[in-house]
């Protein structure tokens, strides 16, 4: 946010205006995106977090039908 968004502002083709920028990122990236929807949420207009990696760990449920398919 301090550094590396206003060096891509200056020197790329990227809006200073939050409401037509997004921030994607996948895995290790999906998990910065979800830190900034959080910490940053007036930086960007969009937010895409794909494939985050889950900070605890999930049991699926396997009696549930769908699951077996």
Do not use: C, K, W
Not at 20 to 45: C, E, I, K, N, P
Not at 59 to 64: A, E, G, K, S
């Amino acid at each position: 946010i301090d550094y590396l968004l206003p060096y891509a502002v200056e020197n790329f083709n990227v809006s200073e205006d939050p409401e037509q920028r997004a921030f994607a990122g996948l895995s290790m990236g999906g998990a910065t995106v979800m830190y900034g929807f959080f910490h940053h949420t007036d930086a960007f207009q969009y937010y895409l977090a794909m494939s985050p990696p889950m900070l605890e760990v999930v049991d699926p449920d396997y009696t549930i039908e769908e699951l077996h398919d």
